[in-house]
Structures are given as structure tokens and as C-alpha cells.
């Protein structure tokens, strides 16, 4: 059983590379952020409330991402392991998560960085176009539509969403730096994160 943690800054290409690790290894996926999207898109009570920290690039608190995180991993089976992607991002949360592991008896296996400079980072999130009905991902400059606006798979129209425009990615840096960011030195210390 293979158990990863993907963390980087937001917009450093943690999905993409999820996404290829997922693939090969058959791995659960376990985002914070698309549970979050799925919860705001069906205008759900977790999502109205996800969606007033979300939006302004803020963190969800605490509490209530321990509390979905914790239901997925004690009530989901994942024989091959599973991944985490964008939790933990605080170190309550990754105290949390030791906490759960705990509990259900496992560990995890390793951990992932994915390092970009913030320059890249803006110009990236600010070109990032999402599908309105199927979430897929396109950039105007590095992966664009074959039709401008429109998703190449569903035909839906693209929209830019609230957490890639530049104030709200300039927020999530600096949360980023703040809150997350110390977490590394945390796996480190438990022998956990690779470089990429």
C-alpha cells in the first residue's frame, strides 16, 4: 500500500503531477479542493460555507477539513493507497492527520513537494481556464482550447475561477508561506518529503 501526501505551492502543477502518480500507481484521490468545488457547485451547506473563506483565498478552517478528511479515510476503501492533495496545509491539520492515521493504523509512505518561483506561479494561475460543467483544465498560453472559451470535451463555456484571479493568488501565497510552508520542515524531520 502506497500513502502520499502532494503538497506545493497552489498553482505549482500539484494536480498534474497527482493526476500521473494517481494513474500509475491506482491510487485513491483524496482533494480537499475538489471536494470543496463539488460542494459549491451543488450549493451545499459545507460548500456556501467553503465558499466565503475559498473565494477570497482564504483556508477553509480547520475543524471542518479534519472533519471531511477524517470520513474519507476511516469510511473509504482504497487498496492500493491513496493520495492526499492540499491537506494538510496548517500544522493543526497535520497533527490532525497523524492523529487519524493513528487510528485507522497506517502511515504514510511519503511525502512529494512540487517547487515553482512565485513568478511562474501568477502567470500560470492567471491564464488557468476551468470547464463550468466538467472541471476539465486548459491555460490560454500553454493549453488552450481548440475554441476559445469553450471546453474541448463538454462544449460547456471555460470561466476563470475567483481563486486564480491575482488578488486572491497573492492571498494564498502569503498563506501559503505562512502556514503551510512550515510543514515541510515537520515531514522532514519525519524523514517524509521528496523534492520535484
Known amino acids: ?9 497552489p498553482g505549482a502543477g500539484k494536480g498534474t503531477q497527482a493526476a500521473k502518480l ?10 480537499t479542493g475538489n471536494i470543496y468545488r463539488k460542494e459549491i457547485k451543488n450549493n451545499s451547506i459545507i460548500g ?3 465558499k466565503k473563506y475559498l473565494s477570497q483565498g482564504d483556508l477553509v478552517p480547520d475543524e471542518m477539513t479534519n472533519n471531511i478528511v477524517r470520513d474519507i479515510l476511516i ?10 492533495d492540499g491537506y494538510p496545509r496548517t500544522d493543526a491539520q497535520a497533527v490532525a492527520l497523524d492523529d487519524m492515521l493513528n487510528e485507522i493504523g497506517i502511515s504514510l509512505t511519503a511525502v512529494i513537494n512540487v517547487e515553482v518561483r512565485n513568478s511562474v506561479l501568477l502567470k500560470r494561475m ?10 476539465q483544465t486548459y491555460h490560454v498560453d500553454y493549453h488552450p482550447p481548440k475554441i476559445k472559451g469553450i471546453c474541448d470535451i463538454c462544449g460547456n463555456p ?4 475567483d481563486d486564480d484571479l491575482e488578488q486572491s493568488v497573492m ?7 505562512e502556514k503551510t510552508k512550515p510543514l515541510l520542515e515537520y515531514y522532514e524531520k519525519k524523514r517524509f518529503v521528496n523534492g520535484y
Open 48 to 50: 456556501k460555507e467553503a
Open 171 to 177: 492571498n494564498r501565497l502569503r498563506i501559503y508561506m
Open 126 to 135: 492567471a491564464g488557468r481556464r476551468v470547464c463550468s460543467h466538467c472541471g
Open 75 to 84: 469510511n473509504t476503501n482504497y487498496p492500493n493507497g491513496f493520495m492526499l
Open 1 to 9: 500500500m502506497l500513502n502520499l501526501l502532494i503538497m506545493g505551492k
Open 158 to 161: 471555460l470561466i476563470q475561477r
Open 22 to 31: 494517481l494513474d500509475f500507481y491506482n491510487l485513491y484521490h483524496i482533494s
